[in-house]
């Protein structure tokens, strides 16, 4: 077998496959960008791999946009950004400790220091750190309580290795918490007030993702770090700021891999949901181990040549099946589309998450990397006539 072949297969080899529309991701970001003020800076949060869409191709597309630094969580997502975009900066967010002290200095990492014994365990390597310090305004999370800044900011600035390049917090923004947007910024003023009193404010101050970058215009400071919004997954459409924005994630398809009419020959029917004599029953190659939910109920369906057919649970982990007794056009190899379009009808990304049971980030960051990505051009991404 030719090697290059059986390394790379082709697309249409794919039983199964995520469409990503990476023209949104670079329209969503030249929205914001236009949308701030020349001088605030971008950090695009690309965790969890890109939401989705692949952490090395955004971070390549982000910086040819000439975006100012990075966010990530994890160390696959520092590696990937790091070998697309050699010389930005890029932010730890709380969760890579002291052990990968060598690749944080390899990577040129800043991480963030969320409290004193943070700070010591880091310390305790003796290397050289880039940090920025985090607050805890009101998101129950990562981040030193207010209270604490100041000391936790003192003892970094004593440290002769550690360079203080940032302070910021992660807002929570959905009603969830106790307090609202402004009175969570509200606890961060006195300490930046403070702090520049004395010359001592970090260069960078940063509060804004997704949602208060367009509720809360006021909150832009010195940079924001939006997640969601890049790829077009935000809750809040009532936003101070309409910012017209495209899903990336632009299809889901897997393909008709077994097609046959049920028979008493194959036995008792297994209890299938929706089972009738002489169904039609098509197999998809894809399954729970893609990222389809495993307990997806039978209310669920997919498009097959623009029509829609019920999905028969439980999934399976490379596998599901699904009813075409409807479709009898329905043939082996045929693209059957959990979400996107066919033909007329279209399944819709809040239409699949309802199904499955989670949010719009949730589809994608459910998705796993055994589910191919395939570019698509904005042509066919059925998401973007709407402008959200
Ligand atoms: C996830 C995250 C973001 C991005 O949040 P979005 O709501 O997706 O914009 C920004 N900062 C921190 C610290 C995060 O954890």
Redesign the pocket.
Known sequence: MNNSLRQNPSPLCEAAWREIDLSAIASNYRAIRAAIAPGTKIFA?L?QDA?GCGAGKVAALLSAEGVDAF?V?SIADALAVRKAAPGRPILL?PGIGPNAVDLVRDLDLTISISGEEDLASWLATGASLKVFV?VDLGFWR?GVAPCNLRRLMDLCTSESNVAVDGL?A?LSEFGDAGSSTSAQVARLTPLIEGLKAEGRLPATVMVS???S?LSHPEFDMDAV?????LFG?TRSRTGRRALPTRLALSAIKARIVALKTCHDSMGAPPGLPGYHPAMRLAVLGIGWGHGVPRNLGSSASVLVRGRRAPIIPPIHLEHLRIDVTNIPEATLGDEAVLLGSSRADRITLPELAEAWNTDE?GVGCGLRESLRRIDVAPQSNPNQEEGE
């Not at 770090?225 to 919004?229: E, H, K, R, V």
């Open positions: 949060c965790k939401y966010g969580v967010y985090k990562g910021y992660h993702s997704s949602e970058l770090d939006p997640g969601a919004l997954l980030t």
